[in-house]
């Protein structure tokens, strides 16, 4: 994919308002950039690996997974066309990634290196503003998801995500759009004790539930905002 081809991409970020696409176009043709394709599944970047560049999605959907020595698998989040990943490792101290990133779908992603990124950010308040803002969300996403991981029982968690997916689908009939293995490593728990779990709130008549959807049949597990 050429870059005249993913500026409506780059626009969608919202980083990149504050350029003309004649600007943007100028910008690619004389500082260095990279655009990879990842295969389904594959690894974008190993845990502990250095992050030498920024990265946009173009295309597909990434994930960022941790795997401990047991060999359980927590995914952290995802981030799809749009999103932008390795800005708040790229001018640490300690720029090594954490956790994994894995391509969930075939993927396009645009690298850009340090001095690339420095010059955008001189070259526009606005992009500044928004990569610091992108830098802060990434910090919040983990936070949460280590606060959910060390506060919350297997029911909290099932009961926070049923919650959410209620007000965002706006129905009792939840829509499952992943397999039960992605939403146990989701939510950070092991697949046999989702399964469990799950058992027994519909045993108690909370929830019933199906391969692709899980009902809730008790009010008194919806949350008001």
Same mark, same amino acid.
């Given at each position: ?5 993913? /500026?409506?991409?780059? #626009?969608?970020?919202? !980083?990149?308002?504050?350029? *003309?696409?004649? $600007?943007? %176009?100028?910008? +690619?043709? &004389? ?18 690996e250095k992050c030498t560049s ?55 992603? /645009?690298?850009?290196? #340090?001095?690339?990124? !420095?010059?955008?950010?001189? *070259?526009?308040? $606005?992009? %500044?503003?928004? +990569?610091? &803002? ?86 008194s597990i919806i949350r008001k905002l």
């Open positions: 994919m050429e870059i005249k081809n993913c /500026l409506n991409v780059l #626009k969608l970020t919202g !980083l990149f308002n504050g350029f *003309s696409t004649l $600007e943007l %176009l100028e910008l +690619f043709k &004389t500082n260095p950039y990279i655009i990879s394709q990842y295969k389904k599944n594959s690894i974008v970047h190993f845990e502990s920024w990265g946009i999605i173009l295309k597909g959907e990434v994930i960022v997974q941790k795997i401990d020595e047991k060999g359980n698998v927590l995914t952290v989040t995802s981030f799809r066309v749009g999103d932008n990943i390795g800005g708040n490792l790229l001018f640490s101290k300690q720029p090594y990634y954490p956790m994994s990133i894995i391509a969930k779908t075939d993927s396009e992603i /645009l690298h850009i290196n #340090k001095d690339f990124v !420095l010059l955008l950010c001189q *070259s526009s308040k $606005e992009f %500044l503003l928004q +990569f610091l &803002t992108c830098i802060s969300d990434k910090t919040t996403i983990l936070t949460n998801k280590i606060k959910a991981i060390a506060m919350k029982s297997i029911r909290d968690s099932i009961i926070e995500f049923l919650n959410y997916e209620y007000y965002t689908q706006k129905n009792k009939v939840i829509e499952i759009h992943m397999t039960k293995k992605e939403l146990a490593e989701r939510l950070g728990i092991q697949r046999t004790s989702l399964s469990r779990e799950l058992n027994k709130m519909k045993k108690e008549g909370l929830v019933n539930y199906d391969a692709s959807t899980i009902t809730i049949c008790d009010n």
